[in-house]
């Protein structure tokens, strides 16, 4: 098996006598799309937490790619190549879905954005912004408002956003929430073109999603993962079946 990218071994995180993640193991190979699936409460979104370095573990380590990350903050962690997509839209919503891809662009560069600058320092940064839409199939949406962009487009506009920083992984929570099955089936045929560009760990209660994209799949129980495995292999878990997908799966 080729060298994870991501490794986390014995991760553990307590809200009082509430063990939220008590004792996660966890490898995410590099480019693979590695699912975390599990039912309500199960600590997914805090584990994704706790790897964006925005919720700090009681016991275990974070390594990325071979280096000891476990106590390293947010930011560091991004310039490693850890990014998180965050729904971000709705913080400028008149600027147009190109501005915000040239700020995070910028943001990525590690330069702050001004609003009286020459033209020509950020043509660079706008070019650039257009080939991440282009990427994420917002092209022809460049220049209208954020706001005005369909629920579907947002969460494209936010993948675009995160790929700003050319993330080695990329750490996405529930980017099919809210979303129609249309809407669902474009994200999932995002996500497969984007497949291998980075690895991607992926949150997400749509089964359908999880189970056409996933190349592993990892299932948390209370805390712990139970399965780890090819879609196919997870699907036959009796432990998974019992405890998540049920047999209807
Ligand atoms: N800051 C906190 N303080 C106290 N309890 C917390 C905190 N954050 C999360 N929890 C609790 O930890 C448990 C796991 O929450 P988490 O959001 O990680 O689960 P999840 O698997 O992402 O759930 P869902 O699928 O519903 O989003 C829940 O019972 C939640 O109430």
């Not at 966890?26 to 039912?39: D, K, N, S, T």
């Not at 997509?85 to 913080?91: K, L, V």
């Not at 209660?205 to 805390?223: E, K, P, Q, T, Y």
């Amino acid at each position: 098996m080729a060298e994870a990218l991501l490794h986390i071994a014995g991760l553990a995180k307590a809200y009082g006598a509430l063990h939220v993640t008590a004792g996660v193991d966890l490898a995410v190979l590099p480019g693979e799309i590695h699912a975390l699936i599990g039912p309500n409460g199960a600590g997914k979104t805090t584990l994704v937490g706790q790897i964006a370095g925005e919720v700090m573990p009681d016991a275990g380590t974070i390594r990325f790619d071979g280096a000891d990350i476990t106590r390293l903050p947010v930011h560091k962690r991004a310039r490693l190549g850890l990014a998180r997509a965050f729904q971000i839209t709705s913080i400028f919503p008149r600027f147009t879905a190109l501005e915000h891809a040239a700020l995070a662009v910028m943001a990525a560069r590690g330069r702050t954005f001004r609003l009286l600058r020459p033209a020509s320092s950020d043509r660079a940064a706008r070019e650039e912004a257009a080939g991440l839409l282009d990427e994420v199939g917002l092209a022809a949406r460049a220049e209208v408002a954020a706001a005005a962009l369909s629920h579907g487009e947002k969460r494209a506009l936010e993948l675009a956003m995160a790929l700003a920083a050319r993330p080695r992984l990329m750490l996405l929570d529930e980017p099919m929430a809210g979303t129609g099955p249309a809407e669902s089936a474009a994200m999932v045929a995002l996500l497969t073109r984007l497949k291998g560009r980075c690895a991607i760990l992926l949150v997400e209660h749509d089964m359908d999603a999880v189970f056409r994209l996933a190349d592993r799949i990892s299932v948390l129980v209370n805390g712990r993962i139970i399965a780890c495995g090819t879609p196919d292999a997870v699907r036959a878990d009796a432990a998974v079946k019992a405890a998540y997908l049920g047999d209807g799966a």
